[in-house]
């Protein structure tokens, strides 16, 4: 069998493509890397290169720079072959389902409530979406034993302060009286991050106006409202965990805006891969913050910082209980309080939280690799498309 790769822009993304090329070579298939189609001749070679082999596509996300949503469509129809799409981020941005031929496509999505979601909705009418969760590459993130220098005994976070929206950003400040409003959900929000912040908007707004939240629902303002909402509690969030969460001795890597909140604790940023293994490696902790795209999802952070068997300190999740022993693996936390209580704990006994980390890595090393995930993938195409193709499951 062979998969068509399509090369993904971006900053994590291409390694996480990367990895999973990988795992499908390592699971016996050929794999072939190519540029995204962008005219009619590429789309040409695409199906030259299909022809005589049973052939899928594969793709995480899809790309951005696609003005047309409705060519991705097309080219799935003009290929006729199927296309084995993972999200890994939320996928209405990316103009899903409208965007992809449900005769033709697997959906695989990092966030099991967006898949609920998805499924639920009925305007999907192709193959369910399938839960796939991120993963590591063991060949990337791990550990070097205890005589690694600790150069961040405070703990470390990595991340951006928020994911740009230029859209929302204006949308917002043509917005009278938001930040206020902000600032009254963040005050309910902040004493305990169970209650996901869309739920909060939309009773807000329906307070507001007066309207029942279900039949705001169909308003394409006010849905508006709600993202640009939920983006910019997504941003407090963060900045304020980190600044509460992080102190003397740790470290914060990512864009310029941690440098005013932080001061000397933020290190600048750092690229991914061996850059950033050396920096878990060297942290008491890792502080993991989910962003506002994600529902219930499990971020890259978890996985990378488990296979180094640095223990993880991250913000609590329905699907870490399904994924991860969170007692005896994973420190969760569900308000910025419960996180500083238990960095204290950490802080305090460093052997516990090498021992949970430990653990994390046998987990991750067993079920959470991109191998797995791979083999997830072929099990899922070989099930939906068994006429086309010529697989059997790979232990």
Request: proline residues 7%; contains cysteine; aromatic residues 12%.
């Amino acid at each position: 069998m062979r998969i068509l790769a399509l090369r993904p822009e971006g900053l994590v993304i291409p390694f996480i493509h990367a990895s999973m090329v990988k795992a499908f070579r390592s699971l016996g298939l050929e794999v072939l890397v190519l540029s995204f189609p962008e005219n009619e001749e590429d789309a040409h070679t695409l199906k030259s290169l299909a022809r005589c082999v049973p052939t899928a596509i594969f793709t995480v996300d899809l790309p951005l720079g696609i003005k047309n949503k409705q060519s991705i469509r097309d080219l799935q129809s003009f290929l006729g072959i199927p296309w084995i799409i993972w999200f890994v981020d939320d996928p209405d941005g990316y103009g899903f389902p409208g965007s992809c031929d449900p005769f033709w496509t697997i959906v695989f999505c990092w966030d099991r409530q967006i898949v609920g979601t998805a499924c639920s909705s009925g305007a999907w009418k192709g193959i369910d979406p399938v839960h796939l969760p991120l993963a590591a590459d063991p060949e990337f993130f791990f550990p070097e034993g205890e005589s690694f220098p600790m150069s961040f005994p405070g703990g470390v976070f990595v991340g951006v302060t928020a994911h740009s929206n230029p859209f929302l950003d204006n949308a917002i400040r043509t917005c009278s009286g938001f930040d206020e409003d902000i600032s009254g959900l963040w005050e309910m929000w902040k004493k305990g991050f169970g209650k996901a912040p869309q739920g909060l908007a939309w009773e807000l707004l329906g307070e507001k106006t007066g309207i029942d939240p279900g039949t705001l629902q169909q308003n394409p303002l006010a849905r508006l409202w709600v993202q640009s909402a939920v983006y910019r509690l997504g941003q407090k969030k963060r900045k304020e965990t980190v600044c509460r969460v992080i102190g003397e001795g740790g470290g914060v890597f990512g864009d310029q805006g941690w440098e005013q909140p932080m001061g000397n604790l933020y290190r600048g940023e750092v690229t991914y891969g061996e850059n950033l293994r050396r920096v878990y490696l060297g942290s008491r902790f890792i502080l993991d913050i989910r962003q506002p795209q994600s529902r219930t999802g499990i971020s890259q952070r978890v996985y990378d910082a488990g296979a180094c068997g640095t223990p993880v300190l991250a913000e609590f999740s329905p699907e870490l209980e399904s994924l991860f022993d969170p007692e005896g693996e994973i420190f969760c936390f569900r308000s910025i309080e419960e996180a500083e209580e238990i960095k204290d704990r950490i802080l305090l006994d460093p052997r516990a939280g090498r021992e949970k980390g430990g653990r994390a890595r046998e987990r991750v090393l067993a079920l959470h690799t991109y191998r797995n995930r791979a083999n997830q993938v072929l099990n899922a195409l070989h099930r939906f498309f068994p006429c086309s193709l010529a697989y059997s499951s790979i232990p």
